[in-house]
């Protein structure tokens, strides 16, 4: 069955002087899907990141949310619209707790309801207990989230970015400073946050079998072009992609 597109890009180009980082990016996430978007480092996915959320203006093409153009919104303004984010480098309030991390974007999204946006007003205590059962983050919820390992902290990081409701869910290597174990059970949250919570996910990610297992479909950036998309199995067996990202098939 085919699904809505929730996030398109459309030729989308970005330069920076004389350096061109995207060139005519077009790119479909549909919603309810976990789509990937991989390709070998410098090749463009953390700035498309900070494109579809504001953080950098295209030079050129637009960004569509559930059909409505948000090239030209603010940041916050495209959070409020319902787009979340996590950072390669993490960003947690050392100092807080893991409970409270969390807790303090919720009591941001409930500030927004008073501004005419965010739905109705969240139980933030109730949903925070939740979100840390779902991300099993109940045993370090009274720990400051400094005092965590990489992999405990990304989890914090992601239920900061779910307590607001968001319906995409843009991951910038989450799997970063996880175990294999761990890595595996990712595997199967993110696919329960899209089955079950509704949450469409777009995920930047060097872990290629967490890709190619988690993902609907997936797109290759190379040199700042989507040189392939499509489903798991046809990226793994595009010739385009094994030159210049995956390698022979066996090596």
């Given amino acids: ?24 990016v077009d790119l ?7 789509v990937g978007l ?21 030079t050129r093409g637009r960004v569509r949310f559930d059909r409505v153009d948000i090239s030209r919104l603010d940041t916050h303004h495209r959070a409020r619209r319902g787009i979340g984010r996590t950072f390669q480098r993490l960003e947690l309030f050392g100092d807080l707790t893991v409970r409270d991390n969390v807790r303090v974007a ?17 139980d933030v205590d109730r949903e925070a207990e939740r979100l840390l059962d779902l991300l099993g983050l109940r045993a370090v919820a009274d720990v400051d989230a400094g005092e965590v390992p990489t992999g405990t902290a990304r989890l914090v990081e992601l239920g900061r970015a779910l ?31 899209v089955d079950d919570e509704g949450v469409t996910v777009l995920l930047v990610e060097h872990d290629m079998t967490l890709v190619m297992e988690v993902c609907d479909h997936v797109h290759v950036l190379d040199f700042g072009q989507v040189i392939a998309h ?3 199995d046809e990226v793994r067996a595009d010739e385009r992609v094994l030159a210049a990202y995956l390698g022979a098939p066996g090596a």
């Fill in 28 to 34: 479909v996430v549909p919603a309810g899907e976990v």
């Fill in 230 to 232: 499509g489903t798991p």
């Fill in 106 to 122: 919720g009591e941001i999204r409930n500030r927004w309801r008073f501004l005419g946006v965010g739905g109705g007003r969240l």
């Fill in 163 to 193: 307590i607001a409701r968001p319906r995409l869910v843009l991951l910038d290597e989450p799997a970063s400073g996880l175990t294999e174990r761990e890595t595996e059970a990712f595997g199967v949250l993110l696919r329960r946050m």
């Fill in 1 to 24: 069955m085919s699904r809505h597109p929730l996030l398109a890009l459309d030729e989308v180009t970005v330069r920076f002087g004389a350096n061109q980082v995207l060139t005519d």
């Fill in 38 to 58: 991989i390709g070998p480092n410098g090749a463009g996915k953390t700035t498309l990141f900070n494109v579809v959320t504001g953080l950098q203006r295209p």
